[in-house]
């Protein structure tokens, strides 16, 4: 009888003690998680990273599109202005200039690094676009003088675009001639921009569910400089 009971209240406490190790395991993934999404990291990136230091490249070539323009741009089409590589950068300035990949998929992160505003208006990422000649989608901007300085998600349709469907003012925040790096993640009807792994502004519109393309725009007086692009999977 003692040996059953005994038996009885190892098993039970067994079981506390494995429910107990589920429940700190799932806090912590779940804390881990909230931590990515806070830094506008995804998972891939992270096994990415965690793969490249221990060298293992082959983690890191899952990605739907990269460019570090250390070459040409036969990945790219150019719709207005004229763009180019300079020094290991993508180059454009003066007008209106529009750059674009193929990209068609639903949702992705968009990460850019080292991007210099060295003078003009701003520059913006254009998403979940088609009918490149006359837009159809979305762009997250970067527009120094609108209401003294602002982050801005815009819709587009048939070369048009509407106001703001979300809008960060940040008048005191001036990119011009300093390197930032950007990324965008484009899920479901929600978008969500992130500039040096700091979310800047997210917003929602739920017109577009997929593009055929991703791309990049200045406008007016603008002069850009971009190092690198990434476009990476959610998950």
């Known amino acids: 009888m003692i040996f059953m009971e005994w038996r009885k209240r190892t098993h039970i406490e067994a079981g506390q003690g494995l429910v107990e190790y589920v429940l700190l395991i799932f806090a912590v993934l779940t804390t881990v998680l909230l931590s990515l999404k806070a830094t506008g990291t995804t998972l891939n990136q992270m096994f990415c990273e965690i793969g490249g230091a221990l060298g293992g490249d082959q983690f890191c070539n899952s990605s739907y599109f990269s460019d570090s323009f250390d070459g040409d741009l036969n990945d790219w089409f150019i719709t207005h202005g004229d763009w180019g590589i ?18 068609p998929f639903s949702d992705y992160m968009i990460n850019l690094s080292g991007i210099t505003l060295n003078e003009g208006d701003g520059f913006g990422i254009i998403f979940r676009a088609s009918d490149e000649s ?3 989608g979305y762009t997250f901007q970067y527009d120094p003088g609108y209401a003294g300085g602002s982050f801005i998600l815009r819709k587009w349709e048939n070369g048009n675009e509407y106001a703001p469907f979300a809008r960060n003012d940040v008048a005191d925040f001036d990119w011009h001639n300093t390197s930032h790096d950007v990324q ?52």
């Open 86 to 103: 300079a020094d290991g950068f993508l180059h454009t300035e003066d007008g209106e200039s529009r750059i674009f990949t193929d990209l």
């Open 134 to 136: 006359n837009l159809d």
């Open 184 to 235: 965008l993640q484009v899920e479901g009807n929600t978008f969500s921009a992130y500039v040096d792994g700091s979310l800047v502004l997210q917003g929602s519109d739920p017109t577009y569910s997929q593009g055929d393309s991703a791309g990049l725009r200045i406008w007016d007086s603008s002069d850009l400089d971009v190092d690198s692009v990434s476009v990476d999977p959610l998950d």
